[in-house]
């Protein structure tokens, strides 16, 4: 089954990848290794699946799972740069009009004299 790429699911998508990695950013120091960390954990597999689900399985996902597993390196927004990474370019831009060549108008005549 293939998933169809919508602009909803793009938003969508980047949507919880910025929120996921901002949470992880205001939220830091819980998440340390200390009490919060399994917290943390289960959270970047339901953004993981999330994400997966919404945009279909990419390869740029796993190395972004793996990172946010090391503790001070999932600070780093890796989700967002991942979804980023996936959704540039996914949707047609339509009918873009072609660019026309304007020439600058010719000089004026030389004055005679």
């Known amino acids: 089954?293939?998933?169809?790429?919508?602009?909803?699911?793009?938003?969508?998508?980047?949507?919880?990848?910025?929120?996921?990695?901002?949470?992880?950013?205001?939220?830091?120091?819980?998440?340390?290794?200390?009490?919060?960390?399994?917290v943390n954990d289960a959270v970047d597999v339901v953004v993981a699946v999330a994400l997966t689900r919404l945009?279909?399985?990419?390869?740029?996902?796993?190395?972004?799972?793996?990172?946010?597993?090391i503790p001070v390196v999932g600070l780093v927004p890796t989700w967002t740069a991942a979804v980023f990474y996936v959704?540039?370019?996914?949707?047609?831009?339509?009918?873009?009009?072609?660019a026309t060549r304007v020439d600058p108008p010719p000089p004026p005549p030389a004055l005679k004299g």
């Not at 910025?18 to 919060?36: C, N, Q, R, S, T």
């Not at 190395?63 to 597993?69: A, C, G, Q, R, V």
């Not at 959704?87 to 072609?98: F, K």
Request: hydrophobic share 55%.
């Open 1 to 38: 089954m293939e998933i169809v790429l919508t602009p909803g699911r793009i938003r969508t998508a980047r949507a919880i990848a910025m929120i996921a990695d901002l949470a992880e950013i205001v939220v830091f120091p819980a998440f340390m290794e200390g009490i919060l960390s399994p």
């Open 55 to 69: 945009l279909g399985w990419h390869w740029a996902f796993l190395p972004t799972f793996l990172t946010e597993m």
């Open 87 to 98: 959704t540039s370019g996914a949707l047609p831009t339509g009918d873009v009009p072609t």
